[in-house]
């Protein structure tokens, strides 16, 4: 069974730093791209962006790219997003999801979350 | 980036109506689409993948489809257990997701 676990959140500062971690189970991490997905108090979902299965590649939205960074550890089957400078509207809940792939012709690639994590709550306030 | 935009907001449906709920791209997506369902207090889970692919354990009675900027997803008749938040999710350029549609039994 795949299992995707969340650990990290609470409230912290505007300005300071914050790491999230996710332990995959149940699937051959080091085979999946991994994305970090927030969900707003107003429910806006928002994607913040992946890392390739070897963690030799990462892609951001580009409101964001600045603060946060993806990484990964396959031999700890372990995803990380380290946030920096936060803000309060970078209040949500963080979710971890595996992304699945299918190539539907060359240069065609659908894109999609398969799996989620049950999310870690992060609340920015002084 | 590419703005998605879910309409209705919410709706009601009875028990054993059919349901649809559209998402429109502001460009092209090449049917890199995705359809989620969230209940309260859960994570979303995948339904629909591809525009019109079923992901594995989902109900035959939801089906998607489109092309181009539009597409929809459909319940082919609303059950209790139907009652969420639908998403959907461009995969083309970066990842975007619609605003949501709240599906409530009337």
């Known amino acids: 069974e795949v299992q995707l676990v969340e650990s990290g959140g609470g409230l912290v500062q505007p300005g300071a730093s914050l790491k999230l971690s996710c332990v995959a189970s149940?699937?051959?991490?080091?085979?999946?791209?991994m994305s970090w997905v927030r969900q707003t108090p107003g429910k806006t979902m928002e994607w913040i962006g992946d890392?390739?299965?070897?963690?030799?590649?990462?892609n951001y939205a580009p409101s964001l790219k600045n603060r946060f960074t993806i990484s990964r550890d396959n031999a700890k089957s372990t995803l990380y997003l380290q946030m920096s400078n936060v803000r309060s509207e970078d209040t949500a809940t963080y979710y971890c999801?595996?992304?699945?792939?299918?190539?539907?012709?060359?240069?065609?690639?659908?894109?999609?979350?398969?799996?989620w994590g049950p999310g870690t709550m992060v609340t920015v306030s002084s | 980036d590419i703005q998605m935009t879910q309409s209705p907001a919410s709706l009601s449906a009875s028990l054993g109506e059919t349901v649809s709920i559209e998402c429109l791209a502001s460009e092209g997506i090449s049917n890199s689409l995705a359809w989620y369902q969230q209940k309260p207090g859960k994570s979303p889970q995948l339904l629909i993948y591809g525009a019109s692919s079923l992901q594995d354990g989902v109900p035959s009675r939801f089906s998607g489809s489109g092309s181009g900027t539009q597409y929809s997803l459909k319940i082919s008749g609303m059950q209790p257990e139907d009652e969420g938040v639908y998403y959907c999710?461009?995969?083309?350029?970066?990842?975007?997701f619609g605003g949501g549609t709240k599906l409530e039994l009337k």
């Open positions: 999801t595996r992304e699945d792939i299918t190539i539907a012709a060359p240069s065609l690639y659908y894109w999609y979350f398969d799996f």
């Open positions: 149940g699937f051959t991490f080091s085979d999946y791209w």
């Open positions: 890392i390739k299965y070897d963690g030799s590649y990462t």
């Open positions: 999710q461009q995969g083309y350029k970066y990842r975007t």
